[in-house]
């Protein structure tokens, strides 16, 4: 498979990955509250300051991939 091709597949799944990572926090997140990024982790399930915080990061993340993404 040439670089060219390579590249632009790579970029095609780090947009996918990207638009599901959006679709999750927004909706599932922030929407409908239904969990968190670390809504799993007992001892941090209480802190709900930790949580949006660590959505934020999620959120971070996946703007990163979306832009890596969309350059390649």
Known sequence: ????????????????????GFF???LLH??????????GIAVRAADLQLQVMADGFFHLTM?????AGLGL
């Open 1 to 20: 498979m040439p670089h060219t091709q390579r590249a632009r597949l790579i970029g095609c799944f780090a947009v996918g990955l990207s638009i599901g």
């Open 24 to 26: 999750d926090g927004i």
């Open 30 to 39: 922030q929407i409908l509250r239904w969990h968190h990024l670390l809504s």
């Open 63 to 67: 703007y990163v991939l979306l832009l």
